[in-house]
């Protein structure tokens, strides 16, 4: 892929879908009524913000076996 397609989010891909999962997987343990609220949310919450941290760390190694 060129350097131009991962190029959204740059170096912020990681960090935004480590904070979104975390507190997508801490919230509901926290207040039961966000988890009564919104049960599929939740599910949908928690894997596009692993995805997005799991993006962010295939970057970063594709990155990195590209330097010289």
Not at 5 to 28: D, E, R
Not at 31 to 55: E, K, M, R, W
């Amino acid at each position: 892929m060129d350097e131009q397609g991962l190029k959204f989010l740059n170096g912020f891909k990681t960090i935004l879908g480590s904070i979104g999962l975390v507190v997508s997987v801490a919230l509901p343990r926290l207040s039961d009524t966000v988890a009564q609220a919104a049960p599929h949310a939740i599910s949908i919450a928690q894997g596009a913000f692993g995805l997005l941290a799991l993006l962010g760390l295939i970057h970063k190694a594709e990155k990195k076996a590209a330097q010289p």
